[in-house]
């Protein structure tokens, strides 16, 4: 019986990488002369971005995504904390999010129920797995979901016939 996984997975090295390159650009940029601000790699999956005032950790923030795009990581990963002012130094939390939330993975298996779908639909953690008779039902599953407006990113893989 033909199945593949929905999983919502961004690759950490490139994010890294995007990370790094923010932080060279920071550097050599003319508006962020003579100010302490910085990109640093706290947890596995959050960016915390450092800088003397909020609007500056906005420009930070577009650049970090500019890089992010061009690597090939969908920005829609990304949740953007609560900007916290301390004296002299602003700095805001950026997750990195990896897998699909529980309340999440049962809309979309609803989603995929109440489209009458020849397909059973299982949560195994923080992914879906989809299975099906034809290979035709799972193709129109992933037609389904690439066309619903969702927050996440989603990738389909591990497809068996």
Do not use: C, Y
């Amino acid at each position: 019986m033909p199945t593949f996984d929905i999983v919502s997975e961004v690759d950490v090295h490139e994010v890294r990488n995007a990370m790094e390159q923010s932080n060279k650009e920071v550097g050599t940029r003319f508006d962020f002369k003579g100010i302490n601000a910085s990109f640093a790699l706290t947890k596995e999956n959050e960016i915390t971005l450092t800088a003397e005032v909020d609007f500056q950790l906005q420009q930070m923030l577009e650049i970090l995504r500019g890089k992010l795009v061009k690597r090939g990581v969908d920005v829609k990963s990304l949740s953007e904390g609560e900007v916290q002012l301390s004296g002299q130094r602003a700095t805001l939390v950026v997750t990195v999010q990896q897998g699909i939330e529980s309340d999440i993975a049962r809309k979309l298996v609803k989603q995929i129920k109440d489209k009458k779908l020849k397909v059973q639909t299982a949560i195994q953690g923080d992914k879906l797995r989809v299975s099906g008779k034809k290979r035709d039902d799972l193709q129109e599953v992933i037609a389904f979901l690439r066309e619903l407006p969702l927050d996440i990113p989603l990738q389909f893989n591990n497809f068996r016939d």
